[in-house]
Every structure is written in C-alpha cells, then in structure tokens.
C-alpha cells in the first residue's frame, strides 16, 4: 500500500553531534524521496532530495543514503545545531502517478540537548 | 520563507458547517496541492489543481473540493464539517514541469479546530 513509515518518533542529540533520522518506506515502485523539515507552526521545508538511481547525495550539512535492497532511507545531519530542532519527514513519490502527490511519513522530532 | 501565503490563521468551526480556506501561491507556480496534516502526523495529500483543474485526488470524501483561480491561487472548502476534521490544512505550491522531481513548496498552514 502507500505509506511511508519511521523507526524512531523521538530523537534526541548532544549539540554538534551527528544526527541520524531513519526511515523505512514499503512501496518499491517509488522514485523518488524527499525529506522535509517542519519547525512549530510552520509548513513542511524542503531538505534534501534523491532519485530511486542514486544511492546517496550532498547537501550542505545534511547527507541522505538510500537502500533500496532494504527499502531504508536516512537523514544524517552532521554538526547538530539548535536550529535544526524540528520534526523531519522523508516522503515518496512515484512517476506512475498521474498527480504529483507526496506520501509523507509519520515523522521523527529531532530533540537537541545543550 | 517560501512566499506560499494562507488565510486564515487559525479557525474555529461547529460540526456540521463549511468552511473555505485560502492559499496564495509562489510566483510563477502554476500548480497547488492541498494537504491535512492531523497533529502527530504526516501530511496527507488532498488534491491537487493545475491550470485551474483538477488533477489527482486523494482518498478524501466529495464534501472536500477545491477551486483554482487564473492567477493560480486556490480555495478548499469543506462542507458538513466532522470532528475528525481537526487538524493543520497545508497548500503547496509548485511549477509543473513534468517531472517527479518538480519541488512543492508549503505555506504555514490553516489550524481549523471542529467543535
């Protein structure tokens, strides 16, 4: 079916320590994964992204790893700092899709400890 | 800020009325998605409107429509409100381009509380 789902609901790091947000998605047609980052009271905000083709990609301060043997995505953050708490959802989109609908997972809440 | 504005706020409704929600897209996007987002969850896609039609649907009941207008912006309205109904109302916009990877981008969200 179509769904999107998370290890953790909670994490919890020391500041300017790597963070590490897991996911695990079910639909192995999907193509490509996107996560987002939603602060309080605000909207989703794109992160970072990657096609089903590619087994990882860059951003700045943020890395994401696809396994698709697995079906397993993550988020690492490198050098966790205040700002990045917030909950974070990967999410799916497949182009079989007549829409552009994205599946959003659950989300895990990225807790940063002083 | 992704320049994705909504109206209202915050709203309160009583079971059984409708409700119209707003959302002015990013300039230069020519499609919007509508999504629910029940606290302590992910968002759930609604619909979406290019061009001023409908172009996918959700697993949402009819009293759930939308309207997009020539400048692109766009309405959700709800009718026969149900508690269940409670949650965050998130519009994105983005530019079709035909392809996956096109990126949406979110507005701050409506908080609709159903009384």
């Known amino acids: 079916g179509e769904s999107v789902g998370l290890h953790l609901p909670t994490l919890s790091v020391q500041e300017g320590d790597n963070s590490i947000i897991n996911c695990a998605y079910s639909?192995?047609?999907?193509?490509?994964f996107i996560w987002y980052k939603q602060e309080s009271g605000k909207g989703p905000q794109f992160i970072i992204d990657?096609?089903?083709?590619?087994d990882k990609r860059q951003g700045q301060r943020v890395t994401v790893l696809l396994n698709k043997t697995v079906k397993h995505l993550s988020l690492q953050i490198a050098a966790t700092q205040p700002g990045d708490s917030a909950v974070y959802f990967c999410?799916?989109?497949?182009?079989?899709?007549?829409?552009?609908?994205?599946?959003f997972g659950k989300g895990t809440r990225l807790h940063i400890l002083p | 800020e992704t320049g994705v504005t909504q109206s209202p706020t915050h709203l309160i409704k009583t079971r059984g009325q409708q409700v119209t929600l707003r959302c002015s897209s990013q300039?230069?996007?020519?499609?919007v998605s509508w999504y629910q987002q029940a606290l302590g969850q992910g968002p759930q896609f609604i619909f979406q409107?290019?061009?001023?039609?409908?172009?996918g649907r959700g697993n949402f009941p009819p009293r759930f429509s939308g309207l997009q207008f020539p400048n692109y912006s766009s309405e959700l309205n709800v009718n026969a409100l149900e508690l269940d109904d409670s949650a965050l109302y998130l519009c994105?916009?983005?530019?079709?381009?035909?392809?996956?990877?096109?990126?949406?981008?979110f507005g701050p969200g409506t908080r609709l509380t159903v009384l």
């Open positions: 409107y290019y061009r001023e039609e409908e172009n």
């Open positions: 999410a799916e989109k497949w182009d079989a899709n007549r829409d552009d609908k994205i599946i």
């Open positions: 990657i096609r089903s083709n590619m």
């Open positions: 994105a916009s983005s530019l079709w381009g035909g392809s996956i990877t096109d990126t949406q981008y």
């Open positions: 300039s230069g996007h020519n499609t």
């Open positions: 639909n192995s047609a999907s193509d490509y």
